[in-house]
């Protein structure tokens, strides 16, 4: 267990190995949200990847700048982050 530092919800985060995590984290949270998340489902997230052994945080950059994350993977062959949105159809991409 580890503290990492940012405000977002477990199902807007990938790992990609024992050490690195990639989260779609809200560019701001209003009060409740951690208790009730759909009141962050029109707040975009910034994507970033997440050292679990130092805590740094590298922002990714995203070509459009207002998604919400809904769920995320990461396709390590394709060296890929791959992410829904909650409201956009499709299936998104970033390289890492």
Known sequence: RRLLN???WADKCAFSDERYIYC???VQL???AGF???IADNIP??????DTKTG???????????HVVDSM???KDEGKLFFTDKNKS???EVAI
């Open 73 to 75: 993977f990461i396709n």
């Open 36 to 38: 009730a998340p759909e």
């Open 6 to 8: 940012v405000s977002t």
């Open 30 to 32: 209003q009060k409740g």
């Open 56 to 66: 740094i945080q590298v922002p990714l950059t995203l070509e459009q700048k207002d």
């Open 24 to 26: 779609g984290v809200p």
């Open 90 to 92: 499709g299936l998104f």
């Open 45 to 50: 997230d910034n994507l970033v990847k997440i």
